[in-house]
């Protein structure tokens, strides 16, 4: 029996064979990396949350070659073009398009994975991204990280709680999968604030979630607060915790992409036990299963 909805297992289903996601950059900002927004969220780094994407040279189809070659000895047999860098739908729309076309278009390509805010997904923006998933699985990934508006302030996040139900109602209403990201060990969050937020998820219509552990980067703002003394990261066994507790609370149905991620070592400050992701997750298996988690167990209509 497995333990949660994978996205490993998903993609089977959905595509006939293992996926596996090529992360490129799509050349865009963010609209929240501004002087008068002070720079962006506190925990994104110079990269823009995308610092394992393959660079962009400006030819999108070179692009996936390149990093199709780069994971070609894990011998997939489908790729996920997957724009991970920053906000890839701030840009004009003929600048998206000249992007998403060649991808969505590419023969070793089966879906795209855009991630984005969801302040950045206008009318013509919505119908660009139904007229790509016409033709290939589009999946939206939106940066919710929490549902408590006085962490999202804190974290600089940019846009209230209710622009993310508002977008997923609109991108579901076109018929297009919608992954959430949220974060685990936010400054000043209890584990209330997270379940908070895990239910939010189950109830916005959303297909899956990316569960992710805060990591504090060099050269950002969360770096200077955990200087100061006013952040402690959650050590192993707290997000061992805490992280299980929002597996078995959330709805089985919804798609589990992530259930920590990693940060480039050359760059993580803390927590330091992060840093060795094979080992974490092979640690994470065997805590469920000495503590019977099972998606969905807690959850409640």
């Not at 992280?243 to 089985?252: A, D, E, F, Y």
């Amino acid at each position: 029996m497995e333990i949660f909805n994978s996205a490993n297992e998903y993609f089977k289903r959905r595509f006939g064979a293992k996926a596996y996601k090529i992360a490129l950059d799509g050349g865009m900002s963010c609209p929240n990396r501004n002087k008068e927004n002070k720079g962006g969220c506190i925990f994104c780094s110079e990269g823009g949350s995308g610092d394992f994407a393959e660079k962009n040279y400006g030819d999108i189809n070179e692009q996936i070659e390149r990093a199709i070659l780069r994971v070609i000895d894990k011998k997939p047999k489908k790729f996920i073009a997957y724009f991970q860098s920053y906000t890839n739908t701030y840009a004009p729309i003929e600048y998206l398009k000249s992007v998403f076309y060649p991808a969505v278009t590419h023969s070793k390509i089966c879906a795209l994975s855009i991630a984005t805010r969801p302040d950045c997904l206008d009318g013509e923006v919505v119908r660009l991204l139904e007229n790509l998933n016409k033709i290939k699985p589009v999946f939206i990934e939106l940066g919710l990280q929490t549902t408590n508006d006085t962490t999202a302030k804190k974290i600089n996040r940019g846009y209230k709680t209710e622009v993310y139900f508002d977008a997923v109602k609109r991108l579901k209403a076109v018929g297009l999968s919608v992954i959430t990201h949220v974060i685990i060990g936010l400054p000043d969050e209890d584990e209330n604030d997270l379940l908070n937020t895990v239910d939010a998820v189950n109830k916005s219509g959303c297909d899956g979630v990316k569960l992710q552990l805060l990591h504090i980067l060099q050269n950002t703002v969360l770096n200077k607060i955990y200087e100061e003394g006013k952040y402690l990261p959650l050590e192993k066994e707290q997000y061992f915790k805490l992280l299980s507790l929002c597996i078995r609370s959330l709805k089985p149905e919804i798609v589990i992409h992530r259930i920590t991620g990693d940060a480039p070592k050359k760059i993580l400050v803390e927590p330091k036990w992060s840093a060795d992701k094979k080992k974490v997750l092979n640690e994470l298996n065997k805590y469920f299963k000495e503590n019977g988690v099972r998606q969905g167990d807690l959850y409640k209509l």
